[in-house]
Structures are given as structure tokens and as C-alpha cells.
């Protein structure tokens, strides 16, 4: 299968691989806090600047800055507490 890619191949090292993928899953996040009600654990940590493994340690220890909610097996973070403790301004969503 031929490369359709026109132009000179464009080429990245693994640290800016990370970087870029590391921005984008940041955009991503803030996306997310501003149209969504609730985000994954995951997210919410990128977002608060924490491990994800942190987050989760902090979840089960009942020391989340912001209530969680427990679905099954898995967690959600209310965006709208999140809002208030990184004091985001911007959009929210209508149920919200």
C-alpha cells in the first residue's frame, strides 16, 4: 500500500510524540468539563493536575476535592463541582 501522504515525511521524536499526545488529551479534558455533566476519573485528574492512580487513591480514601459518583465498577466526576474548584468560566451544559 503506497504512503498518500504528499510532501516530505514528517518525522517526531518520542518526547514530542508525548507532548503532542499529552496537549491534546488536555484540549480534550476542557472540552469535556465545559460540555459535559460528568467526566471520567481519568480526565478529572488531568484536569486537577494529578496521577490517575492519585486520583483514585484519593477517591477510595474519601478525599476527592469534589463528590464522585459510583456506577457499577466505575466512577464519574460532576463537572460542575469541578467548574466551582478550578473556577472555570465558559459554557456548561443546559442540564446542568
Known amino acids: 500500500m503506497a504512503n498518500k501522504r504528499k510532501g516530505p515525511e514528517q518525522k517526531m521524536t ?11 488529551r488536555k484540549v480534550a479534558a476542557h ?12 480526565m478529572a485528574a488531568l484536569l486537577l493536575g494529578v496521577s490517575r492512580a492519585h486520583a483514585y487513591d484519593l477517591i477510595k480514601e474519601n ?13 464519574r466526576v460532576p463537572t ?11 459554557s456548561t451544559p443546559e442540564a446542568a
Open 80 to 90: 460542575r463541582a469541578l467548574r466551582e474548584l478550578l473556577q472555570v468560566q465558559g
Open 63 to 75: 478525599k476527592f476535592p469534589v463528590p464522585t459518583l459510583k456506577l457499577g465498577g466505575t466512577y
Open 14 to 24: 518520542i518526547v514530542e510524540a508525548e507532548a503532542a499526545l499529552f496537549e491534546a
Open 31 to 42: 472540552k469535556a468539563l465545559l460540555k459535559e455533566l460528568a467526566v471520567s476519573v481519568p
